[in-house]
């Protein structure tokens, strides 16, 4: 902690940056801070509540949080994942942002949790997680426990789905996807939905309704797993945010599962890594090319 | 109405029998399949949990997240209105919280403002609201910084406190007093309102001093402080979710969408919408008055601190503390209101 605040004091007396976008301790546990005077610096912290993806603050499409100038984020080695997806896909110049790696050994689910961190309180992402440090990073401080060994619970109910017949698994997401509100929640958090004007809020046509009727939740949904094949970057947040809890992750794991199995392509913090949209190679798939 | 009764916690899981006997739908706090705790049809009293908060409010059941108003039907160039009959079958609530059941009452006033919303007072008029006196609150909970309190009555037709072996019942309406009346068998003689006293006493202590007092304060700092750096400040965490206001039992805009079915017709559907998103204030003509999440967090505090109790002399705001629950990002209404207050009474605020 002492290493973060010491560095973040640095970069923000130096001039190096306007702002630090990190942790602090807020009224309901861990938060997203944004640090403007050295002295703020003291407020940072990080520990395994810190779950939020602070990317998303990158995202073009925050008009205020452009105001703040030049930042440093901290983040954690998934975070990376999808601050290299803004550089890959051009929405963030590698050059106006400092990156202040953490190194993690898993959080929890619930910000405000008092618990420990523990095989039994762990966020089900965090399982099988391979990264105790980030590549993608101008500075690294910290320290990190072992991680917590796969396979993840949701990896297992989604094994567990696909196995039913397609009349169950269409009862399953019909009930789930009823629950919606259509908030777009999952959208608003989601580092990669950076999109100025989304699909989902055109009216001219109406390409995807808005109630939140079987027919409007349905296509609000595909259309979102759709939009982030290939992309997704697994941070959870879309679960996380969910006003109604439905499991969003289930449906953007598959998805990556499909585009890893067909298309060689797992999120990375390499931002020179290709995206598969956008990306042709003479072997990819195309028998369902009609 | 100010008189009381009593009913027996068996007599209660009766009375929710009897009702669903006599074909009367019952909603409850009850545990969702994934393990959360919502409002929602019941049929038994013995599926109501009433040591959580429940994660919906009240609103939806006179404010469904969608409904529809009517159908159309083009012919030539004429369009025919298609009425969709609405009935309000009667219903009753049992176990709301009386921070739910006050948000009920406060939208009474918009809804029966410049029009009467019928189909928000078909409900309204089919719904009895039984509510039980809250065990008591976290530390996001201000419902008697708002006038209000774990024990208030307002909204509610009938009020059950906790008390021996059974509750203590405050009869508040005349709709609940036809309830009572309707089940005689069912309430009866038991304990007075002093073996309720211990438990409203605590219920009290947990919930006050997380936010002054003070919404005349709030209302004449906000009103003054249209153009204020707090807004930018707090704004900067917003991802404009709008998790708040779907969670929050008081805000109700929504939007009017047709949506065709056929070339030729559709339906005109009313559907929950959000001040937090850009789209709610974007004009055809491109030109969007809130431009960013600044206007819109402004927005939010303006209209339940000092747009509506300036309309209609209440706070849209019940204190129930879901939106800080809810928000991904750590915002906190107790946090913003006891800023505002310590700017208003010149004792900083400053983050």
Known sequence: MTELRELARRLLSEGTVNAVLGWEEGPRGA?????????????LIFDHRCVHNLASYLSPRRPHLKRLGKVAMVLKPCDARAVAGLIRE?????????????????????????AALSEATVADRCRGCPDREGRLADHTVGTA?????????????IEE?????????????????????????????????????????????????????ARGNMAWHVARAMHLAGRCVDCGECERVCPQGIPLGLITRKIASVVAERYDFRPSDDPAVPAPVGTYRMDDPQEFIL | MSTTTFIR??????????????????????????????????????????DAQPRNSLKQFFLPPTEPLFKYQRKGSDVAILEISATFPPRVIVGARPCDAAAVDVLDHVM?????????????????????????GDRSCFCTAVGLGPDATRGSDLLLVPAGDGYYVEVVTEKGKRLVDAYPKRFGAGAGVDATLSYREKARASVEGHVPARPDVIRQWVQEHFEDPFWADISLRCHGC?????????CHCFDIVDEPETLDAGTRRRNWDTCQTSVFTAHASGHNP????????????????AIYPARFNDILCTGCGRCARTCPAGQDVTEILTRIVAMATGQGGAA
């Open chain 2, 290 to 305: 809130r431009a960013d999440q600044c206007g819109r967090c402004r927005q939010r505090v303006n209209h339940k601190f």
């Open chain 1, 145 to 157: 426990g072992p991680g917590f060994p796969g396979p993840s619970h949701r990896a297992q109910k």
């Open chain 2, 112 to 136: 029966n403002w410049d029009y009467k919303d019928e189909p928000w007072f078909g409900r309204r008029e089919a719904t009895t609201i039984v509510s039980f006196a809250c065990p008591g």
């Open chain 2, 242 to 250: 709008g998790g708040c206001a779907a969670a929050c039992p008081t």
């Open chain 1, 31 to 43: 938060r997203p801070a944004f640090v403007t005077t050295p002295d703020g610096a003291d407020r």
């Open chain 2, 9 to 50: 916690t068996e007599d209660l899981k009766g009375l929710v029998a009897d009702l669903r006997a006599a074909g009367v739908g019952v909603a409850g706090p009850a545990r969702t399949s994934d393990g959360a705790v919502d409002y929602r049809s019941i049929n038994a009293f013995d599926d109501v949990v009433l």
């Open chain 1, 90 to 114: 051009t929405q963030v110049p590698r050059e106006n942002i400092v990156l202040i790696g953490v190194r993690c050994g898993g959080v929890v689910t619930d910000p405000d949790s008092d």
């Open chain 1, 161 to 213: 789905l696909a196995a039913k017949p397609a009349d169950q698994r269409w009862a399953f997401w019909q009930e789930e996807l009823s629950k919606c509100v259509r908030c777009h929640a999952c959208r608003q958090v989601c580092p990669m939905c950076f999109c100025d004007r989304c699909l989902a809020d055109k009216t001219q046509p109406r390409w995807i309704e808005s109630s939140p009727h």
